[in-house]
């Protein structure tokens, strides 16, 4: 008797599935069993629970309904959820680790796109480019304008990172042969570690102290939501810049928005409390020229997507063989 190919579930949108599978990845995902794609262009928990039916693996993304218990005790096959995107808190909950399932997830992939973006935030603010754009549209006088604004090399710069995970490494590594003096806050970081990167360990208000530019890259846990508020903005020092391309809940977003508001520093921020920033949102203010706004945009490029989508096709090969 021929046996039956594996079934392996795409619990994606039509949307994710057009960003995040080129036509090789999903000829690749084709050939190593029975693929049940979504038949519409959304994905709700109804339809998730059907394309499971006896499903051995499960791609998954942005827009996949979450699992849960009952789910899982639905389908107590499933032996892999290959998410393609970043983050599986929100998508299965801590306690089905213990019971069996495996979690593979694509943050690796997402990691040389936010560092780009840090890095080319630093490089507008320290040459003051968007400040420059705005001058001489309003009409500034050209070499008015250029004197107005300050010009700083990025390499004469310390940057402080916070959180030396896959983002955190990566901005390293694009920063280090800028010549930047690299301050990284992270206790799973050791001295050796540290060297191999050409960075040095600190804590936290040594790095805003002493730093020029603070990128921060930690997650969400219990020991740093919050972990930045009014007292550690004032550590801060004048004219320095606050890059946030990782999660909101890390700061009091209240206390720093009256820090920008003072004047004192500038910031890029990429994610916000809420999101979408709504549109009457006090950082949509054009007043305020000493930060800009992204729509959490920081790690998404072409590139990165389809990378993360053969990332996980390639998971469920290693798990079928």
């Known amino acids: 008797m021929r046996e039956q190919p594996p079934v392996i579930a795409v619990l994606l949108t039509e949307k994710t599935r057009r960003?995040?599978?080129d036509d090789a990845a999903t000829a690749e995902l084709n050939a190593l069993g029975d693929v049940r794609w979504p038949a519409g262009a959304t994905i709700d928990a109804a339809d998730a629970d059907r394309l499971l039916q006896g499903a051995t693996a499960c791609l998954t993304g942005w827009g996949t309904?979450?699992?849960d218990s009952a789910a899982r005790q639905r389908?107590?096959?499933l032996a892999l959820v290959a998410h393609s995107a970043g983050s599986v808190r929100t998508l299965v909950p801590a306690r089905l680790f213990d019971d069996g399932l495996r979690v593979s997830h694509a943050a690796s992939k997402i990691a040389a796109s936010v560092a780009e973006f840090v890095v080319a935030e630093a490089l507008l603010a320290m040459r003051g480019i968007?400040?420059?754009h705005h001058a001489l549209r309003d009409g500034g006088e050209w070499l008015d304008v250029r004197a107005a604004v300050p010009q700083r090399l990025l390499g004469a710069r310390t940057v402080g990172i916070v959180g030396a995970g896959y983002v955190g490494r990566a901005v390293m590594r694009l920063l280090v042969p800028f010549g930047c003096r690299v301050l990284v806050v992270d206790p799973y970081l050791s001295d050796g570690e540290a060297a191999a990167l050409g960075v040095v360990r600190t804590e936290l208000d040594e790095a805003l102290a002493k730093s020029d530019v603070i990128s921060l890259h930690a997650p969400v846990l219990s020991e740093t939501r919050g972990m930045i508020g009014a007292r550690e903005l004032a550590l801060l020092r004048s004219g320095a810049l606050f890059i946030n391309t990782a999660r909101a809940e890390l700061?009091?977003?209240a206390a720093l928005l009256a820090e920008i508001r003072s004047g004192r520093i500038e910031a890029a921020l990429d994610v916000?409390?809420?999101?979408p920033l709504p549109p009457n949102s006090p950082f949509r203010d054009p007043g305020l020229i000493n930060v800009t706004i992204s729509p959490h945009a920081a790690g998404h490029t072409?590139?990165?997507h389809f990378a993360q989508?053969?990332?996980?096709v390639d998971e469920i090969g290693r798990l079928l063989r």
């Open 19 to 21: 960003m995040m599978l």
């Open 251 to 253: 700061i009091d977003e």
């Open 75 to 77: 389908h107590p096959q």
């Open 65 to 67: 309904p979450p699992f």
């Open 130 to 132: 968007h400040r420059l």
């Open 302 to 304: 072409e590139e990165a």
């Open 309 to 312: 989508g053969r990332a996980m």
């Open 272 to 275: 916000f409390d809420k999101e």
